[in-house]
């Protein structure tokens, strides 16, 4: 089961890539091009192996999720969408739907829990799950037959690099982000603690709830009154970065098996945005 991060793609490919333009009327489609480049390598052009027998891409739906309800200031601190970005969202949609890739998106839900209860049940179900995406916070899903792939440096992420970036095992993630906090989508975690002595208390406590119920022996003062004082905002920031993996869904895993596109509608979309050489590539 390979399942892409479809918004996360987008926005990076958007940052990572030269601007494009379609040049029959100046339409921004860099990021949409990055996009079917990488649908095409992973999803349709994959063999051997690896090759995928279930795909999707999810989106998000929406600002507004059940984190919102939890903490109001969620993604508070988000700036605007680039204006040349905004219609290149519903393209790559369009994009997913033409190469008969099955597009999934829930009202209420990030794409995150989405991607997460999906990898649950094909791992529970025995099969392999490679979470095409960067995103730091689907990082606590990997192992047991789930790694992640950075399509953007070709690059894989199993658990040694899951340690390498936070210190701790992927079944430890959130206690440190809980304690370390994220700015990007604002959430408080305790201050002045940063990933590393975020990765320390929990490698020396266990988990997180150890931590703060024996907060009281910590020798650093400072450290020992943060943890203390925090602990009811530590705790929230751990519900925000954990994610949900019984998220309601009305599809299965079987309807996510891979098939071949219909070539009428895929060649249709490509010249439609004016990518001479894809389009080629894929008729060939």
Known sequence: LHLI?????????????????????GLPVGAV???????QRYI?????????????????????????????????NRPEMPEDLRPQIPLTREATRAFAIACEEIEGFEADDIIATLAC??????????????????MQLVGDGVEMLDAM????????????????????????????GDSVDNIPGAPGIGIKTAAQLINDYGDLETLLARAGEIKQPRR????????????????????????????T????????????????????????????????
């Open 5 to 25: 991060d479809g918004s996360a793609f987008i926005f990076r490919a958007y940052h990572a890539l030269p601007p494009l333009t379609r040049k029959s009327d």
């Open 33 to 39: 091009h990055g996009f079917c480049n990488m649908l």
């Open 44 to 76: 349709q052009d994959n063999a051997g192996p690896d090759a995928p027998t279930h795909a999707a891409v999810i989106f998000d739906k929406g600002a507004h999720t059940f984190r919102n309800d939890l903490y109001d200031a969620y993604k508070g």
């Open 121 to 138: 049940q094909a791992r529970d179900a025995g099969g392999r799950v490679t979470i095409i995406s960067s995103d730091k916070d689907l």
């Open 153 to 180: 440096k070709n690059r894989r992420i199993g658990v040694a690099e899951v340690e390498e970036k936070f210190g701790v095992g992927p079944d430890r993630v959130v206690d440190v982000q809980a304690l370390a």
């Open 224 to 251: 020992r009154q943060i943890l203390i004082e925090h602990a009811e905002q530590i705790r929230l920031s751990r519900r925000l970065v954990e994610l949900d993996c019984a998220t309601p869904l009305d599809f």
């Open 253 to 284: 895993l079987d309807d996510l098996e891979v098939r071949e596109p219909d070539p009428e509608t895929l060649r249709g979309f490509l010249t439609r945005m004016e990518f001479r050489t894809l389009t080629r590539r894929i008729a060939e």
